[in-house]
């Protein structure tokens, strides 16, 4: 199959198994996990493929999923063992704002409820696993319904990144 331009997927996956052109960018992975900072910022331009760099990290280290055949002729499969290691061992928490674009702040608040929402739907068994006790189950349901209080919110990344530890140890 000839390989096609993909104009307007910006998701790894869907790229790698249609067969679309894909410029390979996969070293990213190997400086993710070779850096040992608490904080990474990967700032790009404007329609530069942030969104495709987020998705193929997320494919990289999410578990559950058997994701090699995409990587499988990319640089980063021949990284080294310590990047091998890390393929499939680590939840992610994958949240795009990019269709958040409303006037104000209480729209784009209830936006970013309802990206967490989604987010915390994909979710669901992982929080099973995580035995959480009442009181954070409450909070994870009001997180997946869009309900979630402000200071809810303010803490949602803090909470569903303890929890997923939690839940995989990871």
């Not at 104000?104 to 035995?131: E, K, L, Q, S, Y």
């Amino acid at each position: 199959m000839k390989p096609r331009f993909a104009i307007g997927n910006s998701t790894f996956s869907s790229l790698r198994e249609q067969g679309s052109h894909f410029v390979d960018k996969s070293m990213l992975i190997t400086d993710v996990v070779r850096n040992h900072s608490q904080v990474l910022l990967l700032p790009r331009p404007r329609r530069f493929g942030k969104t495709l760099a987020m998705t193929m990290l997320q494919s990289w280290f999410t578990p559950g999923h058997d994701n090699s055949a995409l990587f499988s002729d990319l640089a980063v499969w021949h990284a080294g063992e310590d990047v091998r290691a890390r393929f499939g061992r680590h939840p992610v928490i994958f949240l795009t704002f990019k269709d958040v674009k409303k006037s104000d702040w209480p729209r784009c608040r209830n936006d970013i409820a309802d990206a967490i929402g989604r987010f915390c739907g994909t979710i669901v068994n992982d929080m099973a696993r995580a035995n959480l006790d009442d009181v954070d189950a409450q909070r994870f349901a009001r997180l997946r319904a869009a309900t979630a209080t402000e200071k809810e919110l303010q803490t949602a990344l803090l909470d569903l990144s303890a929890w997923l530890h939690r839940s995989s140890g990871e």
